[in-house]
């Protein structure tokens, strides 16, 4: 599986933007799919993540009520929208899956997450 994260750009405090992740390679439809962002000389943390059939989703505290995760998985894309940004959401997001955790694990074992994406990076100006 390759992942292609895109969308990201320079939005103002309070905006929105919506970023994306396309996946190509089989089987993408079973796997759960994360998003995760570092921000500049900070580790990277969990964001958000969705079950296979969308039926699931898991979100960070700083990310509940302002941010939704989707997913087509006949496109074979995976979505982040972000509302009421702040310049602390100022990061690289990085799309991820894997073929064995699920979404309510990506959260802390992300370490061993078999695919990544090269992020699209995000900027909040204040």
């Known amino acids: 599986v390759q992942l292609q994260a895109s969308g990201g750009g320079l939005v103002q405090a309070g905006g929105s933007l919506s970023v994306s992740c396309a996946a190509s390679?089989?089987?993408?439809?079973?796997?759960?799919m994360g998003w995760f962002r570092q921000a500049p000389g900070k580790d990277r943390e969990f964001v958000a993540s969705i079950s296979w059939s969308s039926v699931s989703t898991y979100y960070a505290d700083s990310a509940k009520g302002r941010f939704t995760i989707s997913r087509d998985n006949v496109k074979n894309t995976v979505y982040l929208q972000m509302t009421t940004l702040k310049p602390e959401d100022t990061a690289v997001y990085y799309c991820?899956?894997?073929?064995?955790?699920?979404?309510?694990?990506?959260?802390?074992?992300?370490?061993?997450?078999?695919?990544w994406g090269k992020g699209t990076l995000v900027i909040v100006s204040s």
């Open positions: 390679g089989r089987a993408f439809d079973k796997y759960a």
């Open positions: 991820a899956s894997d073929r064995s955790l699920r979404a309510s694990q990506m959260r802390t074992e992300y370490q061993v997450i078999d695919y």
